[in-house]
């Protein structure tokens, strides 16, 4: 079974400060995701990566940056964390074979709450 | 821009009854449509999805449809069962996935 794991569930951290979150893929994919999930505005893109070292923003980037050092492992920084940067995130990894849409794989979540 | 609109946003049904939930998206160059399933504590799960030279899929009691015409497309679940209360994600893709806001099924035995 693929398993994506992200590094915490929760967290809770103070406004400014610079938060990191981090996901592995177990599957040798290519495609890595972050999302965002705030109730009633479903699963929105922050950032995604078809190969490691590249990067490419999604609907919401502002505010976020992304690293992608090894294939699978894909990390989540918010420079200045922000009370309106609490949310749900949640991490994906998909196979990336020549623009065809595979499945993603999502890993559990982390609930930030900025305070 | 690129849009999906799932309704209804919450919906209750007995035991054994049927639920429907659909989706519109604005992108007619949509190619691919996937069905996440959200329980509670767990990241989202594709259940069904379906592609865009294809009307139907069905597997056991889950089926989605879909009119290219009308750009809606929906997931069918019959003989519903208190499991498969989550709340269910619609997704539309053309280079990228856009996501419902989706929908809180609360199955009552």
């Known amino acids: 079974d693929v398993k994506v794991t992200q590094s915490s569930r929760y967290l809770v951290k103070r406004t400014g400060e610079k938060v990191f979150l981090e996901c592995v893929q177990d599957m040798d994919h290519e495609n890595m995701f972050w999302y965002r999930q705030d109730p009633g505005l479903g699963l929105r893109l922050i950032y995604f990566s078809y190969d490691v070292k590249m990067k490419e923003k999604g609907d919401i980037p502002e505010g976020y940056s992304v690293s992608r050092e090894k294939k699978e492992r894909f990390s989540l920084i918010l420079e200045s964390a922000s009370t309106n940067q609490t949310s749900m995130y949640l991490c994906?990894?998909?196979?990336?074979?020549?623009?065809?849409?595979?499945?993603?794989?999502f890993g559990p979540g982390t609930r930030l709450t900025v305070t | 821009g690129e849009n999906v609109e799932q309704h209804p946003s919450t919906l209750s049904v007995q035991e054994g009854d049927s639920a429907v939930i659909k989706c519109t998206y604005s992108d007619s160059a949509s190619n691919y449509f996937p069905w996440y399933k959200q329980e509670l504590g767990k990241g989202p799960q594709l259940i069904i999805d379906?592609?865009?030279?294809?009307g139907e899929k069905k597997d056991q009691r889950i089926a989605v449809t879909l009119n290219k015409t009308a750009k809606h497309f929906s997931l069918h679940i019959t003989e519903t069962q208190p499991e498969d209360s989550a709340v269910y994600f619609c997704?539309?893709?053309?280079?990228?996935?856009?996501f419902g806001a989706g929908t809180r099924l609360a199955v009552h035995p």
């Open positions: 997704a539309a893709r053309y280079n990228k996935l856009i």
């Open positions: 379906i592609r865009s030279n294809v």
């Open positions: 994906a990894s998909s196979l990336g074979t020549g623009g065809k849409p595979h499945e993603q794989y």
